[in-house]
């Protein structure tokens, strides 16, 4: 089911502020409608790392820093959404910054509030 909000938030909000990469560890057959965007949100990504493609799987450290290395950015650099809280620390344990995804507005409260405290620190 997609996420129409989330999409639209994406695609009007977020994909001008960074770069955007996908990171799922569903199979070849369904990554396409588990990841909450649909067809039309692909195309919104600038990396996706699949764990059938790569031979990794979340929570695996190697795949956080491999996101991160194919957007070109270091791990402390990168946000990692999931609704997994598990997948969520895990990446945090690499550096990155994290928010367990639980509905659309606490989700754009919690990123709207980082980008705040990082234009604090410049």
Same mark, same amino acid.
């Given at each position: ?41 692909? @195309? ?6 699949? $764990?059938?493609?790569?031979? %990794?799987? +979340?929570?695996?450290? !190697?795949?956080?820093? /491999? ?30 910054? @994290? ?6 507005? $606490?989700?754009?409260?919690? %990123?709207? +509030?980082?980008?705040? !405290?990082?234009?604090? /620190?410049?």
């Amino acid at each position: 089911m997609v996420d129409e909000q989330l999409l639209s938030y994406i695609k009007n909000e977020l994909k001008s502020r960074c770069k955007l990469g996908l990171l799922s560890n569903a199979g070849p057959r369904s990554y396409k409608m588990e990841d909450g965007v649909g067809e039309e949100g692909w @195309g919104l990504f600038d990396d996706k790392v699949l $764990s059938y493609e790569v031979g %990794l799987v +979340k929570p695996d450290p !190697e795949i956080y820093r /491999l996101a991160a290395s194919r957007l070109g950015v270091k791990p402390d650099e990168c946000v990692f959404v999931d609704d997994g809280e598990h997948n969520v620390l895990a990446a945090e344990e690499v550096g990155m910054r @994290g928010v367990v995804y639980r509905d659309f507005e $606490s989700f754009r409260r919690d %990123l709207d +509030k980082m980008f705040q !405290e990082e234009r604090d /620190l410049i």
